[in-house]
């Protein structure tokens, strides 16, 4: 990046000297761009420099100014947050260039290092690379507020900041970046991080393809060449082929659960959208190498084989002559030329409204593979193996990974929008009405499906009269198979039944595949392309999944079917929903019970079961350190395959910058790998059945707990009016509705709401809560010895440790005091004298038995940097609090609904937002 030139620095702007950017510290960047905040403060609204310094109070601010100080207080966060960024980069790198990277935690080199040193074979890695699938899926629900504008501007403010790391400028060079730094933060201070309206799908499809454009097109073939690299160091005398394991899936355009603005169009728009990004950067490498390779036949011989697939691919154009005439001489040009050709007839064919260009084009992605490993013979066979490796790999690689798809698309329908369509083609079939059709937990309903899905469909049959709900769901899985053929074979990921309550729900899913054209039919040997994946959410389907499993894995369409798509089943656990359940240590406890289980029911069906990890960004939701968070799943449940969704601001988080979007790819895979390679090596020493029974009466004793809250026939008045709940849907931070099938009850209230609104209101019981009684009564019952257990298990249980160091950092963000003056928010007194002395004294029961097992002074205190980064902001977001709390008061009291809408709704939609971006999750 070479610096701008820009205007003059003003008199205000000369007065900071911007440090140099050095060593490991984190205040230099931080205090580059805080001063540079101030100057855009001082350029457009003096006034405001004092909120900034926490020298003011928002609350004394006209509307207008109230509106602008929080938006400024949550830019400040987001810088922070680019700040924190930065310097983690820079203390990775500190690392390694003195130390090596196998100390560089989280890496391959780290992992191997380590599995080399243990003695574990090569043939472990070669079978385990066979094996090895992950993939982070982004989800159709981002809980992130920023707009795509706001992330490009954010990622340029980052790109500034790291060339001031440079020593190479000069004075006037330095300048003239400052200067562009500081007007990156005045487009983004006059560009307004607010989504103006509700958002659409195809907005969060433009979202998600984001961070492929500017990171992960381009890193995640650099994850693979680091794993290369580690290999060769650590086993030199293997080979390895490295297969493209790691790959992303997506929810955005496919998740219909409950947002009816998802259709089978939208999903072929996605589709389509999404081909079209990883086709347009393969166009732009492959006209980068068409520059660079301008190899010349006088300079090099070029070997017969390649020189006959250079004929075969001119002849093929159409245009053979003119392409070998404008680049004479200089075949892996020509070559190049021809596949651009290709790609672009390609393109123009997978637009909405397609073009049909003369000549060939690619049915598949397979197909570009090949041309271009034909490429990287030709450049090995004349002598050239470098520049095949090192130019044409990567190139190559990007595809393998992307395709003609760049994600996997998955499709999620509920069990209910299922059900009902099933019941609709009974009804078309018999004559008769749905509401006729045999109950859905009965063994006629069981049988008919049974019957329907032995019974070939070639071709698959008109089913007329069914209603438009089940025309459109069936019309999606008829999608699956048509794009498929068409797009790409790998276009699609997986069919997810949420709300899967019984093998019926899963077979159903069979058959409506079947009816759309989903299967490979024939007599006795039908498949299904498409991999059926239940979801498991509450604690009760978690208990019952063993069970629905044992028996689905039993019948011959699901184990062919599974043996056809790679030989293994997967299943996919929620992590929200059973929190909103039982409570947060209920439901890691359940989870985890459930996986152990289920992995033993697949290796007694000869059928492995890989889990998709159903987690959102907040502790609450399943957010957890992603190396702590997959060392804590059960021994043997990974063996290489991790799937995981990446929500909202986690995305942004992982993936909007490369440096770090690398690390955090690398550390996942690093961390799959570690897990299969060592867990099962761990010795358990007669510990097993005593942590285990101890785990299972904490839990049981904390949900109890759990229960009387969520149960409190006064719970829902409090929240719904101590927290800003129904004002969330006011921020337009996803197309999805806040609640399944449009009603009211608690139990249909979504996940993310539920744990979004309990941060804002400072309360966040779904971090904590019942954790403080649990620890209390097993003390109380177990005594002395019991208390040793616990203490003992906090050192040696990865399951314990994580639960209660997860909670420890929730209870830091916690704040009682502001949490009272929201309950003054609810005209119930009764539901307020009932609700938040329970809540009151659990927090002070939950501190005090934390630190009782942990042995600590104060809570969190092994985690300084986390202490250090939340005290930064807590300052503000604790201001921002009680100011919110005043804002719900006057939005709700207000009967003008002119000045709702202008004076009162914008700074209390902006409060939600600086409180988000303050903690640094939504949900």
Request: proline share 5%.
């Amino acid at each position: 990046m070479t610096p701008i030139p820009h205007a003059a620095p003003s008199e205000t702007d000369a007065i900071f000297a911007p440090p140099v950017i050095t060593g490991t510290s984190g205040s230099e960047a931080t205090d580059i761009l805080f001063h540079s905040l101030i100057d855009v403060c001082r350029r457009h609204q003096p006034e405001l420099e004092a909120v900034l310094r926490g020298e003011a109070n928002i609350s004394e601010l006209t509307p207008e100014l109230m509106a602008r100080a929080l938006q400024v207080q949550g830019i400040w966060f987001q810088l922070l947050s680019i700040a924190e960024e930065n310097t983690a980069m820079r203390r990775r790198r500190h690392v390694e260039r003195t130390r090596g990277r196998s100390e560089v935690k989280g890496t391959f080199s780290n992992v191997l290092a380590e599995a080399s040193a243990a003695g574990i074979p090569a043939n472990e890695m070669h079978n385990l690379l066979k094996e090895i699938r992950i993939r982070p899926t982004l989800t159709a629900h981002p809980t992130e507020a920023k707009r795509v504008t706001v992330l490009e501007k954010f990622r340029r403010i980052y790109l500034i900041l790291r060339e001031l790391e440079l020593p190479r400028w000069t004075e006037r060079e330095r300048n003239a970046l400052m200067a562009d730094l500081r007007d990156q933060i005045e487009l983004v201070w006059m560009t307004g991080e607010l989504q103006l309206e509700k958002t659409t799908v195809v907005r969060e499809v433009s979202w998600g393809l984001h961070f492929f454009d500017e990171s992960l097109f381009e890193t995640l073939p650099e994850v693979l060449y680091s794993l290369e690299e580690s290999l060769a160091e650590y086993y030199p005398d293997e080979r390895f082929e490295i297969p493209p394991f790691f790959q992303f899936g997506s929810w955005i355009g496919g998740d219909r659960d409950g947002n009816p603005f998802v259709t089978s169009a939208v999903t072929r728009t996605t589709l389509k959208r999404n081909a079209r990004a990883s086709m347009r950067r393969y166009r732009t490498r492959l006209n980068d190498l068409g520059r660079r390779l301008s190899l010349s036949e006088r300079a090099l011989t070029t070997s017969d084989g390649f020189k006959a697939e250079l004929a075969e691919r001119l002849a093929a154009s159409g245009d053979g002559t003119a392409i070998a005439g404008r680049n004479p001489g200089e075949p892996y040009r020509q070559f190049l030329t021809c596949v651009l050709r290709k790609l672009d007839a390609t393109i123009e064919r997978n637009k909405e409204e397609p073009v049909i260009l003369p000549g060939p084009y690619y049915t598949n992605a397979d197909d570009l593979i090949d041309d271009l490993k034909a490429l990287e013979r030709g450049l090995d066979g004349a002598g050239c193996r470098s520049l095949a490796v090192n130019m044409v790999r990567p190139v190559r690689r990007m595809v393998e990974i992307f395709r003609f798809s760049t994600v996997r698309l998955d499709i999620r329908e509920n069990s209910t929008r299922t059900t009902n369509t099933l019941r609709e083609i009974w009804g078309v079939l018999n004559e008769s009405e749905p509401d006729e059709a045999p109950a859905a937990d009965s063994r006629e309903w069981r049988d008919w499906l049974s019957a329907e899905l032995a019974n070939p469909r070639n071709p698959t049959r008109q089913l007329k009269g069914l209603s438009e709900d089940a025309q459109e769901t069936l019309a999606t899985f008829a999608l699956v198979s048509e794009m498929r053929s068409q797009l790409d074979r790998e276009a699609f990921g997986c069919f997810i039944l949420s709300m899967t309550r019984s093998v019926a729900d899963i077979l159903g899913a069979y058959l409506l595949a079947k009816e759309a054209g989903c299967f490979l039919d024939g007599a006795g040997v039908e498949i299904c392309q498409l991999p059926i994946v239940p979801l498991f959410e509450t604690i009760e389907d978690l208990r019952e999944a063993p069970a629905i499993m044992r028996e689905l894995l039993a019948i011959p369409v699901v184990r062919r079917s599974t043996r056809w798509q790679g030989e293994v089943q997967e299943v996919m656990i929620g992590y929200s929903d059973s929190n909103k359940d039982g409570g947060y240590f209920a439901s890691n406890w359940e989870l985890y019970k459930a996986q152990a289980k289920l992995t033993e029911v697949g290796r007694q069906a000869g059928v492995p079961i890989a889990f998709f990890h159903g987690r959102g960004g907040s502790v609450s939701r399943g957010g957890a350190p992603t190396a702590r968070a997959i060392a804590a799943q059960p021994p043997g449940s990974i063996r290489g395959r991790y799937r995981t969704t990446d929500q909202g601001e986690v995305v942004s988080f992982k993936y909007s910058n490369r440096g770090t979007a690398a690390y955090q790819m690398e550390l996942t895979a690093s961390s799959v790998f570690e897990h299969a390679l060592m867990s099962e090596r761990e010795v358990v020493r007669g510990q097993k059945t005593e942590f285990d029974d101890a785990l299972e009466a904490l839990s049981g004793a904390s949900r109890a707990t759990y229960s009387q809250l969520i149960g409190h026939e006064h719970l829902v008045t409090y929240f719904q009016h101590a927290s800003p709940l129904e004002e969330l849907a006011l921020l337009n931070i996803g197309s999805r509705p806040a609640r399944r099938f449009g009603a009211r009850s608690l139990s249909d209230l979504r996940a993310i709401p539920w744990v979004f609104a309990w941060a804002q209101n400072r309360h966040i019981i779904t971090g904590w809560y019942g954790i403080g009684s649990a620890l209390k009564n097993f003390i109380d019952v177990r005594g002395e010895v019991g208390e040793a257990l616990l203490r003992r298990m906090f050192e040696e249980s990865k399951v314990l440790r994580l639960v209660l160091d997860e909670v420890e950092k929730t209870l830091q963000m916690v704040d009682l005091s502001i949490a009272r003056e929201y309950s003054t928010l609810c005209p119930d007194k009764a539901a307020v004298e009932a609700i938040f002395p329970m809540i009151e004294a659990e927090y002070a029961l939950t501190c005090e038995m934390a630190l009782r097992v942990s042995r600590g002074k104060e809570i969190a205190e092994r985690y300084p940097a986390f202490r250090e980064r939340l005290a930064q902001r807590l300052p503000v977001i604790n201001q921002v609090s009680r100011e919110q709390v005043e804002l719900l008061r006057r939005f709700r009291a207000e009967t003008d609904t002119a000045k709702r809408e202008e004076d009162i709704k914008p700074p209390l939609l902006l409060s939600i937002n600086c409180i988000a971006n303050g903690f640094g999750a939504t949900g």
